[in-house]
Every structure is written in structure tokens, then in C-alpha cells.
């Protein structure tokens, strides 16, 4: 089993990713949830979506907190022949997703701060493993297929294995900016996020076992124990090859005419010696009457013919005894644990185009975020985490459009988000590290968000978007890989008070399953077929303290 399969494979638990890019987190709101387009927002969630537009606000103290409920499974089906049951399903569980918001407007000037999950923050989890870590594993049985012919009863007919990973994974975001006014139709904004990372990782190997003749044994015992039987057939076979310098000895001394029995008789061998004689004849092909009639000059002839044969299997034998030694290593259990840590800082900028009143022109662009995690290890019986080392975890700059319509009825905003993911290395394939994982063609998001007023203090919502993160079939593996996908969302806005404002909302995402071939060296080519699920449930109260 490589290293390098579980070591790329743990990496890509990182991006643990619900709506946005390959690991940006757009879903900050529960106004985003309930509208799905919040690009020229000029309400207390401006602040990650259009914070230039935060000018719009009424002067005084802002706040708002959301929490999301986020429930995401992610099936994968291969058709890799040797696996017992090519069917997997992790399970991305985020029980709170928490965003804040604060806003204070002055005049011109906006100053804001928001905290919130800015890529990841949640676990995921896959009772099964994944096809990446079993694989490796299938190839045992068919590897010792060569047992049968040393013996009918070491047939090695399948395997199993329990195989468990978990993974968290949160990077928060946390932004400080400030917007100013130009004037009555353009306002901007600069401000910056700063990135606590953290990435956790727990991995077992445990109780592979071999099926021989029905039966389950342990791997490595199982293994230990028949190295040491060919060890001894090796040594054997070495035995009968050096046969003819055994005996020469004898045929100098005069012996040759001599049957092994009259050999025995005069004490010249023992009844051990004998048998050792008789059995590599018994191998080359005599029966025990021929054997019998022979004398040593003739069996010296037999065993100088047939040493060369016995000298192949002595090698053959004793590099399958090794090999089964190593293969028991490999086979015993394994675990890891380890956590990642780093920072990094996201510079942002901004602007704000109202040219009447009713219409919002809004632009954000954030920069690529340069991050590096350190290993924090505990555990890591396969080397994969080396205490202190680091890992490059960039975040890809985020070109975000909106445009918003608004009426006393009816509310409309279109938005669009370009992610620079062609500008981030994204590191080796784990089904083959020779292959860089590719992208096609930068990121986009398109939605497209209505609100209807339907009273002075309540509206609700409904909206869409899809989005196309432009991976080539390089990037994809079964531990990660993006779908296209189509997202659907609605909810309510209750206005409490003047002051206070509850939103809640629900959304669904639909995924377009993506089919993948991969080609093993051993077996050629594969198919596996991936597709996702995410519902997201979001509530949230905005509060105002207006001068």
C-alpha cells in the first residue's frame, strides 16, 4: 500500500465546501440561503457580499448572527473489479455554521466586521473508507495467487478489512474594512480577512484478513506463518541443488556403487540423510522402487541434472518468503492522527454604482490567499504527517458581480462569481501522483434572486444558481471532486420590529453525477461514478440602534 495514495488522500479532507468555489464559503447568510443572490445586497450581509454597498445602511450601530444546519452526503461507485462492494458514502455533517455581522455608519464612512466559516467548517466522515485506500488491499489476493502451486491449500480467495476516516476541517474568516461615500452614487470599500486554519485528520487500518479455503485469518499472522513454511521449502530446494557437492564425498570415497539403503545399512548415512536424498528424487520425478534400485553414482547423476531447476526454485521460494514478510508489515494495523494549523490574510476591495434609486451596481474582488498548514502529530504509524511539517493550502481570488432591482413589491438581484482556480496549484491525483490536477477553466456562479413584499413587515424569497467550478477530469478523485450543480433556495423576512429582523431559509442542491476512468497498471481501465447531496437549513436575526 503507497504512502503517497493516503497522504494526497488526507490532504484533499480540507475542502469541506457547501456553496461557493473549490474551497471558498459563500453561504454567509441566511438571506443568501432564502435568495441564493446577494452580490448587490445592500442590507446588514453586505458586509461579505457588498460591503461598498454598506454606505446604504442608516447611521448607527448594525448587527446581525446567523447559525446553519448544513447535511451533505457524497456516494461514490466503482466498478473496480476486485473490490468486494464498490459502493462508499461519506457524510459531511455541519451541525452549526455560524456567521456575524457588525456595521457601524457615520456619514460617509462604514466601518464593518464579520466572522464566519470562510472555507470548511464541518467533519466528514466515511465508516467505509473509499475506494483510494481499499484498492491497494484488493491486490494482495491476486498477488499471492502463485501459493497454489506451493500448496492447493494456501489458495487466497478474498479479503476484508476495516478501513475508517474523519476529517474537519474550518479556516475562519475574519474581516475588518471600511467603505466611504464618493459621492451620492459611488461608494467603495478596502478591507482585509484574516484566516485562522485548522484541518484535523483520524485514520485506521485495522483487522485486514485473508480468505483461505472459507476461512477468515488475520493477515499478518496468516502471512508470518506461511512465509516461514516457504522460507523452509526454500531452503530445501537449496538443499537438493547443492545435492551433487553432498554427495561427492561419498563417490571419492568409493560409495558409488552403493543403493542409499546400503549406504544406511553401513552407517555411511543416517535415516534423516536418507530421507533428505529420497525426497528430491521423489521431486524430480522417480518412484520409490526406481529410487530403491539406484546407486549413488546414478542419483549424483539425476540430482547434477536436475540442480539447476532446484537452484530457480530455492530463489523463487525465497524471494516469496520475503515478499510474504513484507506483505504481513503492510497488513498489520494502522493509525493516524494529526492536526493542521496555519494563517493567512485575504486583501479585498470594492465599489458601489447606484445610478437611480431603484437600481444597484456592485463589485468585489478578493485576492488570492497565500496559506501554508503546520503538522501538529500525535499519531502516524504510516509517515504521512511529519511533526512540524508544512503543506501549501492557497485559497483562489474571488471576482464577485451583482446587480440589484428594487420596487416596493419586489425585489431582484442577478449575481455572479468568477473563481480563479487556474491561478492555484492543486497538487497530484491520489489514484496517480504523476498527474497534476487540472482545471479546465476558472470557476463561475450565476443566480439569480427574487423577494416579494407581500406585507409592510414580511416577504419571502425564492432563487437559484449554478454553478460550474471548470475541473478537468485530473482533478478528479473519489476524496475529491467538484459536480456541476444547480442550487435551489427559498424562505421568509419578518420584520419584528423597526429594529429587528428574523430570516430563515432552506435550500437544496441538486448535483449533475460526474463519471470518471481511471487505468490501473495491473487491471486497466475502470469506471466510478460520483455525485452529491447538500441541504442546508439557515435562521438569523438583524438588529439596528439608529442614531
Same mark, same amino acid.
Given at each position: ?457 414580511? $416577504? ?5 444558481? +449554478?454553478? /460550474? @467550478?471548470? #475541473? ?7 476524496? &475529491? =471532486? ?21 430570516? $430563515? ?5 441538486? +448535483?449533475? /453525477? @460526474?463519471? #470518471? ?7 486497466? &481501465? =475502470? ?21
Amino acid at each position: 500500500m503507497k504512502k503517497s495514495i493516503l497522504f494526497a488522500a488526507f490532504l484533499m479532507l480540507a475542502p469541506l465546501v457547501y456553496a461557493g468555489g473549490l474551497l471558498t464559503n459563500t453561504n454567509q447568510s441566511a438571506q443568501f440561503i432564502r435568495m441564493m443572490s446577494r452580490n448587490a445586497s445592500l442590507d446588514i450581509d453586505a458586509v461579505y457580499f457588498n460591503p461598498a454597498g454598506l454606505i446604504k445602511l442608516d447611521d448607527g450601530w448594525h448587527f446581525a448572527a446567523y447559525t446553519q444546519t448544513i447535511l451533505q452526503t457524497k456516494p461514490v461507485d466503482s466498478d473496480f473489479p476486485l473490490l468486494n462492494d464498490g459502493y462508499y458514502e461519506g457524510v459531511v455533517t455541519v451541525p452549526v455554521f455560524p456567521t456575524a455581522f457588525a456595521v457601524y455608519k457615520m456619514d460617509d464612512w462604514a466601518f464593518s466586521l464579520g466572522i464566519g466559516p470562510n472555507a470548511g467548517g464541518g467533519s466528514a466522515s466515511y465508516e467505509r473508507g473509499l475506494p483510494s485506500f481499499e484498492i491497494p488491499i484488493t491486490k494482495v489476493v491476486p498477488g499471492l495467487a502463485g501459493l497454489r502451486q506451493i500448496n492447493p491449500a494456501l489458495n487466497v480467495t478474498g479479503y476484508s478489512a476495516d478501513l475508517s476516516f474523519e476529517g474537519s476541517s474550518v479556516f475562519w474568516g475574519i474581516q475588518l474594512g471600511a467603505t466611504y461615500q464618493v459621492n451620492d452614487i459611488f461608494s467603495v470599500y478596502g478591507g482585509v480577512r484574516y484566516l485562522p486554519a485548522k484541518n484535523t485528520y483520524y485514520g485506521t487500518i485495522q483487522n485486514i484478513q485473508l480468505n483461505v479455503g472459507g476461512e477468515y485469518y488475520p493477515a499478518p499472522a496468516w502471512l508470518t506463518e506461511v512465509s516461514t513454511t516457504v522460507s523452509g521449502l526454500a531452503a530445501q530446494a537449496t538443499a537438493a541443488a547443492n545435492m551433487p557437492q553432498t554427495l561427492q564425498p561419498f563417490i571419492d570415497g568409493g560409495a558409488g556403487g552403493f543403493t542409499l539403503a546400503q549406504l544406511e545399512g553401513g552407517g555411511f548415512i543416517n535415516a534423516a540423510q536418507r530421507a533428505g536424498i529420497e525426497g528430491g528424487l521423489v521431486i524430480i520425478g522417480l518412484s520409490q522402487q526406481e529410487i530403491n534400485a539406484m546407486n549413488l553414482n546414478t542419483i549424483h547423476g539425476a540430482y547434477e541434472q536436475a540442480s539447476p531447476v532446484f537452484q530457480q526454485q530455492a530463489t523463487l521460494l525465497s524471494n516469496t518468503s520475503v515478499s510474504l514478510s513484507n506483505t504481513a508489515d503492510r497488513m498489520g494495523d494502522k493509525e493516524v492522527d494529526t492536526e493542521q494549523t496555519g494563517t493567512g490574510f485575504t486583501p479585498m476591495i470594492g465599489i458601489n454604482f447606484s445610478p437611480a434609486d431603484n437600481l444597484n451596481i456592485a463589485l468585489k474582488y478578493e485576492m488570492k490567499t497565500t496559506l501554508a498548514l503546520t503538522n501538529n502529530t500525535t499519531v502516524d504509524d504510516m509517515g504521512l504527517f511529519p511533526d512540524g511539517s508544512t503543506a501549501n493550502n492557497d485559497i483562489p481570488a474571488l471576482l464577485a458581480a451583482g446587480v440589484g432591482y428594487q420596487t416596493d413589491l419586489i425585489e431582484a438581484q442577478l449575481s455572479y462569481n468568477m473563481y480563479f482556480n487556474k491561478g492555484v496549484e492543486w497538487g497530484p491525483n491520489i489514484r496517480d501522483m504523476s498527474i497534476k490536477r487540472e482545471i479546465d477553466k476558472n470557476g463561475m456562479e450565476i443566480a439569480l434572486g427574487l423577494q416579494f413584499n407581500v406585507l409592510d413587515n414580511f $416577504a419571502f424569497s425564492i432563487g437559484g444558481m +449554478y454553478g /460550474d @467550478q471548470g #475541473v478537468a477530469e485530473s482533478y478528479q478523485s473519489d476524496f &475529491s =471532486y467538484s459536480n456541476p450543480s444547480f442550487t435551489a433556495g427559498a424562505g421568509v423576512e419578518w420584520k419584528l420590529t423597526d429594529a429587528l429582523t428574523l430570516d $430563515a431559509g432552506a435550500s437544496n442542491t441538486f +448535483y449533475q /453525477d @460526474q463519471t #470518471v476512468t481511471f487505468n490501473d497498471p495491473d487491471l486497466g &481501465s =475502470y469506471k466510478e461514478n460520483y455525485t452529491k447531496t447538500t441541504i442546508n437549513f439557515a435562521v438569523g436575526l438583524s438588529y439596528a440602534l439608529f442614531r
